[in-house]
């Protein structure tokens, strides 16, 4: 009996340690080890760089953004880094730092907000970002990887892939806790037949999932800024309000091609500054500006179509008649909903993933501090108006901003509702970037072409079709004033009277789900492109035609990867530092 007894007790112990073991596995996925930015260097004004400086970097890099501080990071950990932002510090912002503030700053047009505005010539509006963090600091915080088949087609190494992704994740993302109209899109795509349910991942599968975001629980953002604590700050400069305007290259008689060996840039004051490379054949400029920034500054230091420089008076560095061209926007189109009872914010968690090549996701609510703007849709920023009534020459932001200051006098339970939205994956329809003008502060005119291509307008009525689908299921009816469900062309008619473009708007509109589509069409900001892979610049990333010069960022895609692209350009910022490194260190070992 004894020894009954003793062998009871010891599969009591034995199970009482699997069961703790159990649970610190369980609390190691839900809670993250804290990752602290005691490390985050010194966030100085460009002002404070000395006239005449002496110091030279193995790096310069042209953006803090996405994925210009992984990589400014992950060099510094070797190597002597200077990063230039042309925005300010997103620390101390509460209108990029929380949630319910989201859209205050994109709406904010200041000179030196966040987001600087900018129109298609195809009408859309769209933002870019001017802000230590780039993108991450004033998008909507989904957080979701790259389809394997992306992975492979861009020929980046698997295993380094799998391991930067995870060096991202364990600093700044989360899971969330589903806000109600999240839980709803869930249950509506599951019963339209958007599935399996695929649960929470960062993984991009078929079906529909819930994904990871960069906002905590209580709401605060954290950013690809973030990042910079994970280098070390003594070699890692960083200088915020630094315009780059130009790239400096050597082009000496004698050399085979001209070489980047620094930049030029105005500090917040305007006045002018140099910073240049050290003699070392291996450093290099790094312009991670984004899509836009970067062909931009490519023009305006001399690589591209050389009579469109010669326009502009620009000495020809390289001609390369690629540069700013294949430009490409994911167009979206969304549809709003009105319910009984107005839903909490929520920016994107969940996502519908269909084999047809279009991504369901869904916004509601709008903020509730102090600072917000009322009656606001949160992402959709529908309150800036309808503004396809003016003239096109007379179609500006102050008259959006007349329109935003009318919509508040509407009763607040016309904004009782959320969004379902309809982005489509990889569009062929490509446009194009050109220079008005050769101030850097000033946005280039770009030009996306929406669903130019067929096969695009073919994927949006797809895209709107499963949202009809998904609003005929059980749990959307419940969600109407009078539980019965909405009719589409009942909704169709109040998205077209929300939507928030320049491009006129048909009668048809809601006859035809094509001219629907082409009429609302707006902006997921996921536009990419401007600098090709074997067009603008090599596998590797370097400029084609020059040496030291290097492109990281979104510019270099044909597609935007994922179902929202932060956290594979956040990801290819350190697998391109880290790339970077182990190609130096071989070549210094004769490798």
């Not at 000496?252 to 030029?264: D, E, L, P, S, T």
């Not at 979206?332 to 090549?357: C, H």
């Not at 290819?572 to 530092?577: A, P």
Request: with cysteine; proline share 5%.
């Amino acid at each position: 009996m004894a020894s009954s007894s003793r062998a009871v007790r010891f599969f009591k112990l034995l199970l009482l340690a699997c069961l703790l073991s159990l649970c610190e596995l369980s609390q190691g996925k839900d809670k993250k080890p804290f990752f602290t930015l005691k490390n985050l260097p010194p966030l100085q004004k460009a002002s404070s760089y000395p006239a005449g400086c002496a110091t030279t970097y193995d790096y310069i890099i042209v953006g803090g953004g996405t994925a210009g501080c992984p990589l400014a990071a992950t060099l510094s950990l070797r190597y002597k880094v200077l990063l230039l932002e042309r925005g300010g510090s997103p620390y101390g912002n509460r209108n990029v730092s929380y949630m319910e503030n989201f859209h205050i700053g994109l709406m904010n047009m200041a000179p030196d907000s966040p987001s600087q505005a900018f129109i298609s010539t195809d009408g859309v509006i769209n933002a870019r970002a001017r802000v230590l963090g780039g993108g991450t600091c004033i998008n909507a915080g989904f957080y979701s990887r790259a389809s394997s088949s992306f992975i492979q087609e861009v020929g980046w190494d698997e295993d380094l892939v799998n391991k930067s992704f995870p060096w991202v994740e364990e600093k700044i993302v989360q899971w969330p806790k589903i806000a109600p109209w999240q839980a709803a899109l869930r249950d509506g795509l599951l019963q339209a037949g958007v599935a399996p349910f695929n649960g929470y991942t960062y993984d991009h599968v078929s079906g529909t999932k819930v994904g990871g975001t960069i906002f905590d629980e209580t709401g605060y953002r954290h950013t690809a800024a973030d990042l910079l604590a994970a280098g070390d700050p003594n070699n890692l400069r960083v200088l915020l309000h630094a315009s780059v305007h130009k790239i400096v290259f050597d082009s000496r008689q004698g050399r085979m091609k001209a070489r980047a060996i620094g930049v030029q840039f105005t500090d917040e004051n305007g006045r002018h500054h140099q910073a240049f490379l050290n003699s070392n054949k291996d450093s290099e400029i790094i312009v991670s500006a984004g899509a836009i920034g970067t062909p931009q500054l490519l023009l305006l230091s001399g690589i591209g179509p050389k009579n469109d420089l010669k326009n502009h008076n620009i000495p020809v560095v390289l001609h390369n008649k690629y540069v700013g061209k294949g430009m490409a926007d994911n167009p979206m189109n969304s549809i709003f909903i009105p319910t009984r009872s107005p839903p909490r914010q929520s920016l994107i968690e969940t996502v519908g993933i269909t084999e047809e090549g279009v991504f369901i996701e869904a916004s509601s609510g709008f903020g509730q501090s102090s600072e917000s703007v009322h009656c606001h849709h949160g992402i959709m920023s529908a309150e800036i108006g309808q503004l396809s009534t003016i003239p096109p020459k007379q179609r500006t932001l102050e008259a959006a901003q007349k329109y935003a200051h009318n919509k508040l006098n509407l009763p607040k339970e016309v904004f009782h509702g959320g969004f379902i939205l309809e982005k489509i994956d990889g569009p062929l329809s490509t446009g194009h970037l050109v220079l008005t003008d050769t101030d850097v502060r000033n946005n280039p005119a770009v030009t996306f072409n929406y669903f130019s291509h067929p096969q695009d307008l073919n994927h949006c009525v797809y895209g709107i079709k499963t949202i009809e689908r998904i609003l005929k299921t059980n749990r959307f009816s419940e969600l109407s004033a009078d539980g019965a469900g909405l009719s589409m062309e009942r909704v169709l008619n109040m998205s077209v009277q929300a939507n928030v473009n320049l491009i006129p708007k048909h009668t048809n509109d809601t006859e035809s789900l094509e001219q629907f589509c082409k009429d609302t069409v707006i902006t997921i900001w996921h536009y990419h492109g401007g600098c090709h892979v074997g067009k603008v610049v090599d596998q590797h990333y370097r400029v084609l035609g020059v040496s030291g010069l290097r492109v990281v960022d979104g510019s270099i895609f044909s597609r935007s990867p994922g179902t929202n692209p932060q956290a594979t350009v956040m990801m290819m910022g350190r697998y391109m530092g880290v790339k970077i490194l182990r190609e130096r260190l071989g070549r210094a070992a004769g490798v």
